[in-house]
């Protein structure tokens, strides 16, 4: 069975750091893609930023030059989120596809819990 678990999350000031992980089991995730999304309440799940077989990550224009996506040798990722901003208050998703490394949430297979981020102004 595919796990996906997201932690990390919390309330913190604007201009402060929080750094998510996301731990994987069932299957070997090392070759497959691993992404963030958000959603924010009353809107839809935004894409934040993805690697996907060693290759460069990408990232949302909004959180560009912020946030940063790792992962270690094994099957977890970590989203470490500096210079927080209030609007980046939501919802944050785990995914992760063995196929696709993109920005359509609708194409990546799983899907952990999510963790809620609450940034105050």
């Known amino acids: 069975q595919v796990r996906l678990v997201e932690s990390g999350g919390g309330l913190v000031q604007a201009g402060g750091s929080l750094r998510l992980s996301c731990a994987a089991s069932g299957r070997a995730f090392s070759s497959y893609a691993m992404a963030w999304f958000r959603q924010a309440p009353g809107k839809a799940r935004d894409f934040v930023t993805a690697v996907y077989r060693g290759g460069s990550p990408s990232y949302a224009d909004s959180v560009k030059g912020r946030f940063t996506i790792s992962r270690d040798n094994a099957n977890t990722i970590f989203l470490q989120m500096n210079s927080l901003k209030p609007e980046d208050t939501a919802v944050y998703y785990c995914?992760?596809?063995?196929?696709?490394?993109?920005?359509?949430?609708?194409?990546?297979?799983?899907w952990g819990q999510g963790t809620q981020v609450t940034v105050s102004s």
């Open positions: 995914a992760a596809d063995r196929d696709y490394g993109g920005r359509d949430s609708r194409r990546y297979s799983y």
